[in-house]
Structure formats: C-alpha cells, structure tokens
C-alpha cells in the first residue's frame, strides 16, 4: 500500500475550476496537491471565443496548459490520478485511488467536472476538433450564426436546446432519439423534424445524419445525450446529493456541508461556463484558506 502525504488542501480535478482553485491557494502560500485524471472537458474545445481576455480566441488544450503552468509557479504540486475513494477521516479527509495511492487533507476542493455522453460516431473526437459537432450552444453558438444546425438527442431535451439556438439561427432540424413529439405549444418554435432513430454519421468534414435509407447533413450538430458525475465522491464523504445527483453548495462560500468540503465548476449543478467554473474557484479557495489554521509569517 502506498503511503499517504498531507497537504493542506488538495483538489481533485485539473479542469479550468481546479487549476484556478490551485493558483489561488498557491498564491496564499498554502501547500495544494492537484489530482489530475487528465479527462477535463475543456480539453474538447476546439476554439474558445467567450473566454474573457482572449479576443483571438484559444483551444482548451492551450487554455489548461497556461493555467497549470501559473499554478506550478506558485507551487501547486500536480499528480496523475484518477481518485476513487474520499472519505471523512477525523478532522480531514483520506482519498485513495484504485492503484493504492492515497492522500490527505483537512481541506477538499471537488472539481471533478462531467463528461459527456458522446454520440457513437467514427471519429468522434475528429469530429468535435473540427466542429462538426459541438457540445455547448451556449459556448459557441455565435460561431454557427445562421448555419445549417442539426439536434440530437431525446425529444425532451432538443426541443428545449432549439429554442435556444433558434436565436441564433432559422435552420434547424430535429434529430430524436427516441420518439418524435409535436412543436404545438412551443410558441412558434420552427424546425425541421427528421424520423427518430437515425445514426449520426461522420465524412472527416460534416455530420450527418442517415435514417430510412437517406442521409442530411449539416453545418454542425449540437448533441445533448447527457452526461456522467463524479459526485459519488462527495457523497462518500457524506454529502446528500440532490435528487438530480448534483452536488448542492452554498453558493455563497462553494461549501458542501461538510466541514471542509467543496465542490466547483461543472460537478455543481448550474451553468456549466469557464468563467463561472473560475468565479467559484476563487471563491472556494479564499473561503478554505480562512478556515484553515492561520499561519503567521517568520
């Protein structure tokens, strides 16, 4: 089994939330150890064009990279880990990780993000890297202005995201995965609808979509097939999850309701942006580095 080392705050996680969290923690001279399972979500981004102080844009890859390097110039120590167990351990806490690595802390920064449930495409992340399919309206749906847009996913959910992106452009079409349902009642919510069912198909430059012996294609395709939670994590730890299994916080301090025990960024339920992932990791960290033992200056 391998030893444990204790530092005084350790996140978990190494997204845009967690590096954030570690720069600042850094910054208060307190010792933080980032696990990273190097699975951030961020690193699908092709371009990110809304994130502020970068008019040219920049590539998640390239966005993760700057901030672990601010971070590691303040101090923060990286390890590659996938953590597996968090539990409550006196005053603190003990992970672990399925290789017998284990850590502590009186301190947790949850910044465990999601991960999509991704279409079953050849070539998927070709895909996402040359925008035939996009995850995130909301990001990058400025980028699709009045192009050629394609929903997939249930029915429930595409026609919430249409509306959406019925804003920005007057050529969508439907592509539902389990039944198709009418648009009476959405408020003149205008698409087209394609039988559900269909495959998701990918020629190396669009995505299209084959049903009944025909294939459409797109511009780009927007899929919202959901996404899977690390939250069990807190939950270990003894946090009551919502009943959506999100993780609830005071959004006031990012706390969890256990003592020392925060959570960031996308594994909170809201609005799934960098710039709030960001907000809340300086929040979280301030809050964690009032509560922790004051350390006077010699």
Do not use: K
């Amino acid at each position: 089994m391998a030893g444990s080392s204790c530092d005084d705050v350790v996140v978990v996680g190494a997204g845009p939330a967690g590096l954030t969290a570690a720069i600042y923690l850094g910054r208060l001279l307190r010792t933080v150890r980032v696990l990273d399972a190097g699975a951030s979500r961020a690193r699908w981004i092709p371009e990110s064009n809304n994130c502020p102080g970068f008019p040219q844009g920049i590539a998640g890859i390239d966005l993760l990279a700057r901030l672990r390097e601010q971070a590691t110039s303040f101090g923060a120590r990286f390890e590659s880990a996938t953590v597996t167990s968090l539990l409550r351990d006196g005053d603190g806490f003990q992970l672990a990780d399925a290789q017998g690595h284990r850590w502590r802390a009186p301190t947790v920064i949850l910044a465990t993000g999601l991960a999509d449930r991704l279409p079953d495409v050849d070539d998927v992340e070709g895909a996402i890297a040359c925008g035939a399919l996009r995850l995130c309206p909301v990001c990058d749906a400025y980028e699709v202005t009045d192009r050629n847009i394609g929903i997939h996913g249930p029915w429930a959910s595409i026609v919430s995201h249409a509306r959406f992106l019925r804003g920005y452009s007057a050529r969508l079409t439907l592509l539902p995965t389990d039944t198709v349902g009418t648009l009476d009642g959405e408020g003149g919510l205008d698409a087209r609808v394609l039988p559900a069912g269909g495959q998701l198909v990918f020629d190396g430059r669009r995505c299209g979509y084959a049903v009944d012996g025909d294939r459409d294609w797109f511009d780009t395709v927007y899929p919202f097939l959901g996404s899977r939670s690390s939250a069990r994590l807190a939950q270990q730890a003894g946090v009551t999850l919502t009943g959506t299994g999100e993780i609830p916080v005071d959004r006031s301090h990012q706390t969890t309701g256990v003592p020392g025990l925060y959570a960031i960024g996308d594994v909170v339920s809201g609005l799934n942006q960098i710039s709030v992932a960001v907000g809340q990791a300086a929040v979280a960290a301030l809050d964690a580095h009032a509560r922790l033992p004051f350390v006077p200056r010699r």
